[in-house]
């Protein structure tokens, strides 16, 4: 069983948090700053990492040659944010012009912050040797300028990297260290995070007095200063102190006050970890009941946590598309420059003729024949340039257009991923907490029912996908068509054994009726298609107990094919959009199942293309039919189905 602990600077993912907190001491001031650079700043806070990448490079284009300060605090800044976006080279070529310009200048305090850079990207590939070559080049720069509050900061890190590598006593005397420099410059923010490290290394250590005592002192610096999050991650910090000594009670107070204070702050990452450490703490205890809601509240906050990480994904790929459509209209714009060019370059030969026409007049008669030449020749030249612009016009409005697709096209996908994938996927990290749950506590009898969800929420996903897929290829008109004769029965059969297990889920029965054996020409996997959404949209909508009904009759030349089912049945006024590609208009099944909103969109996409139309008839309360003709070969005699 391992306790979740908050350990402030003592884990991968805070050492670039010591970075930043480094460089709030830098001595090296850029000049005014330029507003591109602020502007990727402000996009790099707030985690839009391509945005910020681009108005770094617009800055780098704009600083002055001379101005080699600003362009090395440009670079650095460039280094970090794709450092967070996890491009390791491209970090690293940044950084080293960083450090090219701070040599050029002989600025100690430069070299130094882009040595501890460098040094936590060779920690991240595994390289420690290397890492801590260049955070010790760092400090001995540090030492010359004696600079107390960055040898602090930089002795708390080589304590960080020195304890992950296992090497407990030399991390604890880098740690004291960073305490004593705090002590002196009375820096209680940053004395409570070296306290707590040194804390964590005397329990790994075994020293508990020592390291219970500094658990303790680093609490009340974090509550003197007012830091809450610094509470709750000490109030856990103390609760994991005294679990391991199996002084239980003690541990479920500290852990219950690191969650009072995560859902104060609404800190859902703390939140978590203090809810999963109550239910450990509450099973030591006998307390399986308050065990299982803690860890069903942790699974729910995960969710919420998950669920903003698909937006934030999703968000990041909307502004990408932003930044591609803003490219978009500045051509279109420049296009339209050209036209306005052409206009004005019309206007002027129209002045240019009428004042030559004027000047032969006057000077004689005879030079009438030359002006009709002249004019007729202008005439021309005017007419092609007409058409030449007219052309253009054409062009721009192609485009135009082209872009109001492909911006509806892509409103449409990102509606669909963050409405409905992220959901199932999810559901199912939520499900994996509460199968641990009971395999930990040995409640096997409880997986069955379990694993039945798990089968469910798997082929929800799976259909999602799959229409997905399908409703790309018709946006984009790349899917292929291919007829081929299929015996219809067959086809049908196949179907209906598709959907057997969703049928069997709800108990629903599937029934075929079958008036005629006929021969189809059409594209198999267009009719596979269209069948099985619409089998799954019968099921999804039928209650527990009921039926559906597939019936085929020969109808002149074509194949009539009827799916009645005995559901919820459909709104009037949902009728008029129900075959439109809309993540909306999804509604959720008689047992929750939810769909993309997107299958019925296809079948009447591919029965349009089989020469059909779907047609749909309901009744709310009643159930549901919907009808559509395929292309036959030949009919046979009825046959018992």
Known sequence: MTIRQNKCNNTAHTWWAVLILMTSCFSVQAAAPLDAWQKGKVHQQESQLDSALYFFDLALGQVDANDVTTRASIYFDQGNAYQQKGKLEAAMDAFSSAMADWESLGSDSGRAVVNEAVGLIYLKQGQASKALERIHQSLSFKEQTNDSAG????????GSVYAQQGQLQIAG???RQSVQLWEA?????YLSSSINNLANVYAALGRNAEAEDLYQRCLTLKTSIGDQRGMADAYNNLGNFYFTEQEYPKALDY?????LLGKKLKANRILAIAQENLAYTYEQLGNYQEAYVAMWRCDSIRQVISQERYSR?????QEQFEAQKKDYQIASLEKENQLKAFD??????RLWFWGLVSGLLLLLVGGMVYSVVSHRRKNSLLEEKNLQIEQQRKEVEEKNEELRQITGTKDRLFSIIA????GPLSSLGGISGVMRHYMKNGRTDKLERVIVEVDNTAFQTNALVENLLNWAAVESQSIPYRPQEIDLEGVLRQCIELVSVQAELKSITVELQLEASTSLLADLNYVKTIMTNLLHNALKFTPNGGKVTVQAAQVGDRAEIRIRDTGVGIASQRLENLFKANADKSTFGTSGEQGTGLGLYVSYQFVKKEGGELQVTSEQGKGTEFAF????????QPKTA
């Open 151 to 158: 040898m602090a900061k930089t002795y708390n890190l080589l």
């Open 173 to 175: 005397n880098y740690f």
């Open 185 to 189: 410059s009375n820096q209680p923010r």
């Open 255 to 259: 852990f219950q006050e690191s969650a």
């Open 313 to 317: 994904d999703v968000a990041e790929l």
């Open 344 to 349: 004005l370059e019309k206007a002027e030969t």
């Open 419 to 422: 409405h409905n994938l992220r």
């Open 629 to 636: 003709t395929l292309g036959t070969i030949q009919a046979h």
